[in-house]
């Protein structure tokens, strides 16, 4: 099992910035953040593998950044330049293995997840 915990939401204006964090209980594979809004689906924002490497969606290039601190077991999103559409739940998960590349953003993917934290942007 693993354990995440996220931090950081809160409300911002449009153009705002906030960094997110999630603790893991121990070290997963691959990790990635996801956001859900009321009468939407979830969807994957950032995700970065065991090596390292990241992907975005669309909407969130250039304005979010993943990192991560394996000696701490903590995944962080930079969200910066908000925009009213950001606002949603986000939702910090974790895989039990490998997750290709090409699928790092598949919420069905990921079998951990935290509890969510709620950023909302006004405009």
């Known amino acids: 099992q693993v354990q995440l915990v996220e931090s950081g939401g809160g409300s911002v204006q449009s153009g705002g910035a906030l960094r997110l964090s999630c603790v893991a209980s121990?070290?997963?594979?691959?990790r990635g953040w996801f956001r859900q809004a009321p009468g939407k689906e979830r969807e994957g924002v950032a995700a970065?593998?065991?090596?390292?490497?990241?992907v975005y969606a669309d909407s969130v290039k250039g304005r979010f950044t993943i990192s991560q601190d394996n000696a701490k077991n903590t995944l962080y999103l930079q969200m910066s330049s908000l925009k009213p559409e950001d606002t949603a739940t986000y939702y910090c998960?974790?895989?039990?293995?490998?997750?290709?590349?090409?699928?790092?953003?598949?919420?069905?993917?990921?079998?951990?997840w935290g509890q969510g934290t709620q950023v909302t942007v006004s405009s």
């Open positions: 998960a974790a895989s039990g293995g490998y997750i290709r590349l090409s699928d790092l953003l598949a919420p069905t993917d990921y079998i951990f």
């Open positions: 121990r070290y997963t594979y691959s």
């Open positions: 970065i593998d065991s090596r390292g490497n990241t």
